[in-house]
């Protein structure tokens, strides 16, 4: 159905935009609930709301009492009340991510068993699931085969795949995503700033104009002064140039991995990394004489190049799936710059020289003149005559230093002939 929607020129969501591309599912509605189950919902309602009560009153007086205790530091440490907030009330939401292990696969698989035919609000919540798992004796780690565990492995691996990079159904769901991730990195840059000094900027928009995601930036701290004193732009007309632009390119996940536009990013990729490890801005990358103008010129190398790839600049690289693979190595990092030690440019530098003696071309040699050989010395035209002789260097030098001095007056007066000499001024 989305191939065909794309096919007639769907462009109404990022989904239909990418009709090959997994899809999140939305919550289905759960079926009517029967007058028991709306009694039985009602009563649990009440308890969680006496409950909820019980624990906001619990917290409302912790709170109290933690801002007189606030107050008091900052007033003892002469800083704001913010900033010991900030600092005892901040947790990070990004955590690294660990291996699947086992026993969520099996809990995972279980989930999706018991929870496929149930209504929302009935399910099993994961403390059930995971009592049902270690219930089930065909579920025990000592009787699953080695490629069992992996099944529920790979099936657990391609959920999370899916949650993370999978398209949104529709844009209402693609703008809420949006915006609750905007509100996590804006937690997370402010706690940055906090613990650390750190300015950020970030600008976000939709890339179509069908999308529900309001172009918006935001700045910790007075970082979007930078905007305006040093670039003389104000970031509200930099977020609405940037999502015109976005839109303007109108490209699905298909077209922005072209290869033309992998290769470009490559590029980008390798020059930046480049610049960043030699802190120098000017440099350029050379691939054909890589080992001599790079490596043992600036003593860095770039490791973790896809072995399947030649090393060669990424616009000689016309395979799709070659270029898509170096650009996703660079963006990740596994193929990235790093300095080299004294020892280790020492052992590099031998290795080359070897190499030469053994009788291999280190690089690309420069072309040789087609005049190699012969005397290119400036010769006289006309037979060598004063009158055809060119000037040399330094006559031309005084010639132009002569055109530089001021010219003198035409008249002076004579300062004999000044009517303050007679002392018959007028009055």
Not at 55 to 75: N, P, W
Not at 89 to 100: G, Q, S
Not at 101 to 116: G, I, P, R, T
């Amino acid at each position: 159905m989305e191939a065909h929607l794309h096919d007639k020129g769907d462009n109404s969501c990022w989904s239909a935009r990418n009709p090959g591309r997994p899809v999140i599912p939305t919550r289905a509605k759960g079926a009517p609930l029967t007058d028991a189950e709306k009694a039985s919902r009602a009563l649990k309602a009440a308890q969680r709301k006496q409950s909820q009560k019980a624990l906001h009153d619990a917290i409302a007086e912790f709170v109290t009492e933690q801002s007189q205790k606030i107050g008091e530091i900052a007033r003892l440490h002469n800083v704001t009340q913010d900033h010991v907030k900030n600092l005892v009330n901040f947790h990070t939401h990004y955590k690294k991510t660990r291996a699947p292990q086992l026993m969520n696969a099996l809990v995972h698989a279980k989930a999706k068993e018991v929870n496929a035919d149930l209504p929302t609000g009935s399910k099993y919540t994961l403390k059930e699931v995971r009592k049902l798992v270690e219930d089930d004796p065909a579920l025990h780690p000592h009787m699953l085969t080695q490629d069992e565990k992996n099944s529920y492995i790979t099936d657990l691996v391609e959920y999370r795949t899916l949650k993370t990079s999978g398209s949104r159904a529709n844009n209402i769901a693609a703008a809420r995503d949006v915006v609750a991730t905007t509100e996590k990195i804006k937690e997370e840059l402010d706690g940055l700033h906090d613990r650390c000094g750190t300015y950020a900027t970030f600008v976000i928009a939709g890339g179509h104009v069908n999308d529900q995601t309001p172009a918006t930036w935001y700045a910790t701290d007075n970082a979007s002064d930078f905007w305006e004193d040093a670039l003389n732009l104000v970031l509200d007309d930099v977020a609405r140039k940037f999502e015109q632009w976005a839109c303007s390119q109108g490209k699905n996940i298909v077209e922005r991995d072209s290869l033309e536009n992998m290769q470009k990013q490559a590029a980008r990729l390798v020059l930046a990394g480049l610049r960043r490890v030699t802190n120098k801005t000017n440099i350029i990358m050379n691939y054909p004489n890589y080992m001599k103008a790079i490596v043992l010129s600036y003593g860095v190398i770039l490791e973790g190049w896809p072995t399947t790839i030649p090393f060669t600049s990424p616009w000689n690289i016309h395979t799709v799936s070659d270029m898509r693979a170096l650009r996703d190595a660079l963006k990740a990092g596994t193929c990235a710059w790093k300095t080299m030690s004294r020892s280790e440019l020492e052992k590099y530098k031998a290795d080359v020289e070897r190499r030469q003696i053994a009788g291999e071309v280190i690089g690309k040699p420069r072309k040789k003149r087609s005049d190699a050989g012969t005397s290119r010395k400036r010769k006289n035209a006309a037979g060598g005559s004063k009158e055809n002789r060119r000037p040399s260097k330094k006559s031309r030098e005084q010639t132009r230093a002569s055109h530089r001095q001021p010219k003198s007056r035409e008249i002076i007066e004579d300062s004999d002939e000044s009517p303050s000499s007679d002392g018959d001024e007028e009055d």
